[in-house]
């Protein structure tokens, strides 16, 4: 189940029903999680699982339920197995049988996602890049030509190095999002060009502080050179064909939208000469 990224307010009335039923909780970090329970006068059996444990700490979870006890599961923040600890875990006691109840809350990504003001239904979230640099640009590289926002989680120790490992994959130009201590005190959200990105976080010490969401806008596709190819091959179509199948076939050829090339095409011949095109078409 999620808990508060950062203001305990943020937990839901569900979530906090769910961790004043349940027989036990597994938690990421024991004395995180208690801070929590304690705000909300709750006293349950408490279980660490964290990275280095989960493999062993499974099995005892399993047995705890089919002792017919009930098991909450929760990370230091946000939700389990989003990029942080519980899918091996979740995975094991579905495999035994038990039903696994998710329960959603505050999501760093999603909170950071809604206020960066990118245009566009799809993005790709990442989560954590590798920590050492060689395998961070590999993994850019790879996402460099994607066309969706792309969401990055980073720590404050790397988050400089990151920055410029993005601008070289990237390109300077691009927009970025940085989204620091997501729902917390000093919560700061600033949009700048990557090329900027490292002198923003320069100018205040401060800004080197906090988890850190990424947000960078998608590859744009270059429009203008897009649309003059469409252009130039349907006018070599129409010097053959009528215009309905010069534009159908310019349409998959270019990868345009067929409607707008049939209402150019008719522009052509209505024009019937355009500046910049041979009138080499069928009448």
């Not at 999680?33 to 499974?58: F, P, Q």
């Amino acid at each position: 189940m999620a808990t508060p990224i950062g203001n305990l307010e943020d937990v839901t009335l569900r979530a906090l029903d769910v961790l004043r039923k349940a027989d036990a909780i597994a938690a990421e970090d024991t004395r995180v999680t208690s801070r929590l329970l304690e705000r909300y006068g709750i006293s349950r059996k408490l279980i660490a699982l964290h990275e280095h444990n989960e493999r062993r700490t499974a099995p005892r979870i399993v047995e705890e339920l089919q002792a017919g006890r009930s098991v909450a599961l929760v990370s230091d923040a946000g939700t389990p197995g989003f990029s942080d600890p519980g899918a091996h875990l979740v995975a094991a006691v579905r495999e035994a049988g038990f039903r696994v109840v998710p329960v959603p809350g505050a999501n760093a990504a999603a909170a950071a996602l809604s206020a960066s003001g990118f245009a566009g239904p799809q993005f790709l979230f990442y989560g954590f890049l590798p920590a050492k640099s060689s395998e961070r640009r590999r993994a850019l590289d790879a996402l460099a030509r994607i066309r969706y926002a792309l969401v990055f989680y980073e720590a404050p120790h790397r988050v400089i190095e990151t920055l410029a490992d993005l601008a070289a994959a990237f390109g300077a130009a691009r927009r970025i999002v940085l989204a620091r201590e997501m729902t917390k005190l000093f919560e700061e959200i600033h949009t700048c060009a990557l090329g900027e990105a490292a002198a923003w976080l320069a100018a205040d010490d401060k800004r080197v502080k906090g988890e850190f969401v990424l947000i960078v806008e998608g590859a744009q596709e270059d429009i203008d050179a897009a649309a003059a190819d469409a252009r130039r091959v349907l006018e070599l179509l129409l010097a053959e064909l009528p215009v309905k199948q010069a534009a159908a076939l310019a349409a998959r050829i270019t990868g345009a939208r067929k409607n707008e090339l049939y209402d150019l095409a008719l522009q052509f011949k209505a024009d019937d000469a355009p500046s910049g095109f041979a009138a080499r078409r069928k009448k």
